[in-house]
């Protein structure tokens, strides 16, 4: 008689609910009793860790807005606006548009009408409410000089600003050694931000070791009995890696949070004050940053966990 | 094999074989290298020379990531019992049984551990905790851990050592009835009541040096007492 072939998946299926199940109690309830049980020696490293990330978070941010600043300066540093007066004559501005366009150490000239120039401001933050906030066009019509040479845009300032078409009150653009004096500022800054932010992530790293390692302390019974049992090294060490991970995540999130709100209050207070305070930093940044400030609270924890495990737990 | 601490040798050159089925009393005074031994044979040291193969494994030659796969065939018994306070006594012995193997499930795991209790006497006390149970009923409860698995070898560290001698009696029959078994199980123990009694094999060290391998039957006066 022919017996019923019995099909393996079902006992396959089980082995890995089986194993689920066993991870799920032993490597992730496991750390987060025992995070539970620690809170209290928990608490001022996950309160530390929130308070750097937070800070690390505006860092960046900060750090964002100068990169967007700099970036912006270097593509205008060698964009001359020549400001024309309201009641030049035609002749007289193509004139001079054309002495510009001939000139070997001009790029290449164009001709900005005051619309243009009003429709320009508009895609500007802050600039909108303040066009609309007037009756009339505050904006001059121009020709944006684009020099070839950085070092030559005084000497091309020099030779349009007392012509009769230019604004006698704001001939030009040109301020003599600006871009100069912001990349250095901006290399301070960056540099100080990059100094600031290792030393954030030194502390941070050293609380979150400390937190695993009284961790380590409070269950070296049930470490040593994991060991002595068979248990392998990762399932030893999972649930502090875990451990860590669930401080940096509740840091991170705590962090992330306040990154985003700060930075989402600063781009709506920038709108309604007619200011920019972060450049570049819109409600979708504001997010990501406090995404990657989430992340990077994820990342501490289970690594400073690792960094922990791997100097105070013997094989 | 030989075990050095700086300049210190703890095991010097013990040459010892264990047999499947058979009990052995590792004896010595304070200091002789008895916990060292067992410890080398469990892959928590390495020895600084020489050899130590468990059931075919090479523990002195064994990667880290491998030491598990070494400790399974190792069960452990302490002085002092080593159990979680907070799991019950079958769930004590279930987790070992689980971290080492997560292919366990819980029904089996339980089923498991209930027959290893109910082998050491202690089918009745699952649901305990260890604070609710005697010294004697913690130890059989550990030695149920230690065995649950069924490892080849089985090693206890002065597994009477906090137990009154009644007790202590009563452990060592466990023993001998793991040893009936099939498993080659040594005790490291000052009790010399037991191990002239028992009349089982003694390996006797002295300064780290085997000084004499008794087969059962023949255990005399213990050297090491006259040394200690």
Known sequence: MAGDVVNGRFPRRRLFQVVAANLARLLFGGAARSWARNIGST?????????????????????????????????????????????????????????LRTDPRVAGVAYVTKEDALARAQTIPGLPQLAQATDSNPFPASLDVQVKNIDDMGAIDALVRDESVVDPEQPTSYDRGAYQRLQ???????????????????????????????????????????????????????????????????????????????????????????????????????????????????????????????????? | MSRAYGSRVAVDDVDLTLHPGELTFLVGPSGAGKTTLLRLINREIRPTSG????????????????????????????????????????????????????????????????????????????????????????????????????PPVLIADEPTGNLDQDTAWEIMDLFEDIAAWGTAVLVATHNVDIVTRLQRRVVTLVQGRLVRDQPAGQTGRMAWLATS
């Open chain 1, 43 to 99: 608490a001022p490293a996950l309160c530390s860790m929130a308070l750097l990330l937070l800070m690390s978070g505006l860092v960046g941010l900060t750090a964002f807005t100068l990169r967007n600043v700099e970036q912006v300066q270097a593509s205008q540093a060698s964009l001359l606006h020549v400001y024309l007066r309201d009641d030049a004559s035609g002749v007289d501005v193509s004139a001079l548009f054309e002495r």
């Open chain 2, 51 to 150: 050899e130590v193969s468990v059931a075919g494994i090479p523990a002195h030659a064994i990667k880290a990531s491998r030491v598990a796969e070494l400790r399974r065939l190792v069960g452990v018994v302490f002085q002092d019992y080593k159990l979680l306070p907070r799991l019950t006594a079958v769930e004590n012995v279930a987790f070992g049984l689980q971290v080492a193997d997560l292919r366990v499930s819980d029904e089996e795991a339980t089923d498991r551990a209930l027959d290893a209790l109910e082998a050491v006497g202690l089918g009745d006390r699952g649901k305990s905790f260890p604070g609710q149970l005697s010294g004697g009923q913690q130890q059989r409860v550990a030695i149920a851990r230690a065995v649950v698995a069924q």
């Open chain 1, 184 to 315: 250095a500022v901006l290399f301070g800054v960056a540099v100080a931000g990059l100094a600031f932010l290792g030393l954030l992530g030194f502390v941070a790293v050293t609380v979150t070791m400390n937190s695993v390692k009284s961790a380590i302390h409070a269950r070296r019974d049930e470490i040593t009995i994991m060991q002595l049992v068979g248990a392998s090294r990762w399932m030893v060490r999972g649930p502090f890696v875990v451990e860590g991970a669930i401080t940096g995540g509740l840091s991170g999130s705590l962090a992330g949070l306040a990154t985003f709100g700060l930075a989402a209050a600063a781009v709506a207070l920038g709108s309604e004050s007619f200011a920019q305070f972060a450049p570049g930093v819109t409600v979708t940044v504001a997010a990501v940053a406090g995404a990657l400030v989430v992340v990077a609270g994820l990342a501490l924890g289970s690594g400073s966990s690792l960094l922990t495990l791997r100097r105070h737990m013997e094989s």
